[in-house]
């Protein structure tokens, strides 16, 4: 019970001179309670109108560009995809090669004992046909990487960059990728 006389006690104390304070210091309270409402309308004016949108734009910005570094990753992995079945393939034309030349060759060993001329003339044909068939295959399969290198190049530029590109800058793109192709 005296602890709550003694606190009440200090309470009305600190009122006092918190009054006596203010009042020394000249301390309008009509004026004090205006400029604490104007305070906060500001402040409210300013987050609802100033900082909430720069807020929006801001994060609408960090997830185009998560959606761009996605796409980005995304077409690096289907050039991979891509370069990989290119590899694929010509392997597999120069096996088909390979194996078109052995056959041939044991074509031509067993013809050889019957007919030795005719047979060592068809063998060269047929290597003949054979490279010209594995260089063909090889250079359409280089053709339809450069396209689809090109195309994934296309995209992935107006991916990233957010724009549509026009069939001018298509094309530039296209091309510039062929020759850096072609160099290596």
């Given at each position: 019970?005296?602890?709550?006389?003694?606190?009440?006690?200090?309470?009305?104390?600190?009122?006092e001179i918190a009054t006596?304070?203010?009042?020394?210091?000249?301390?309008?309270?009509?004026?004090?309670?205006?400029?604490?409402?104007?305070?906060?309308?500001?402040?409210?004016?300013?987050?609802?109108?100033?900082?909430?949108?720069?807020?929006?734009?801001?994060?609408?910005?960090?997830?185009?560009?998560?959606?761009?570094?996605?796409?980005?990753?995304?077409?690096?992995?289907?050039?991979?995809?891509?370069?990989?079945?290119?590899?694929?393939?010509?392997?597999?034309?120069?096996?088909?090669?390979?194996?078109?030349?052995?056959?041939?060759?044991?074509?031509?060993?067993?013809?050889?004992?019957?007919?030795?001329?005719?047979?060592?003339?068809?063998?060269?044909?047929?290597?003949?046909?054979?490279?010209?068939?594995?260089?063909?295959?090889?250079?359409?399969?280089?053709?339809?990487?450069?396209?689809?290198?090109?195309?994934?190049?296309?995209?992935?530029?107006?991916?990233?960059?957010?724009?549509?590109?026009?069939?001018?800058?298509?094309?530039?793109?296209?091309?510039?990728?062929?020759?850096?192709?072609?160099?290596?």
């Amino acid at each position: 019970m005296q602890a709550t006389v003694l606190f009440a006690s200090i309470g009305s104390d600190i009122g006092e001179i918190a009054t006596g304070t203010a009042e020394k210091f000249g301390l309008d309270w009509p004026h004090f309670i205006a400029q604490c409402i104007s305070f906060g309308i500001v402040a409210f004016a300013l987050y609802k109108f100033a900082y909430q949108p720069i807020l929006n734009v801001l994060e609408e910005r960090r997830q185009r560009i998560a959606e761009s570094l996605a796409n980005a990753d995304k077409v690096k992995q289907e050039l991979a995809n891509a370069e990989a079945k290119a590899r694929e393939i010509l392997a597999e034309a120069g096996s088909r090669a390979t194996r078109a030349i052995e056959e041939a060759r044991e074509a031509a060993g067993k013809v050889r004992e019957q007919e030795t001329q005719k047979a060592i003339a068809a063998a060269e044909q047929i290597m003949a046909k054979a490279r010209e068939a594995a260089a063909q295959d090889h250079a359409r399969m280089l053709a339809e990487l450069k396209r689809e290198v090109g195309r994934l190049v296309v995209q992935t530029t107006a991916t990233v960059t957010g724009k549509i590109l026009t069939p001018d800058d298509q094309k530039r793109l296209a091309e510039e990728t062929a020759k850096q192709l072609a160099e290596k």
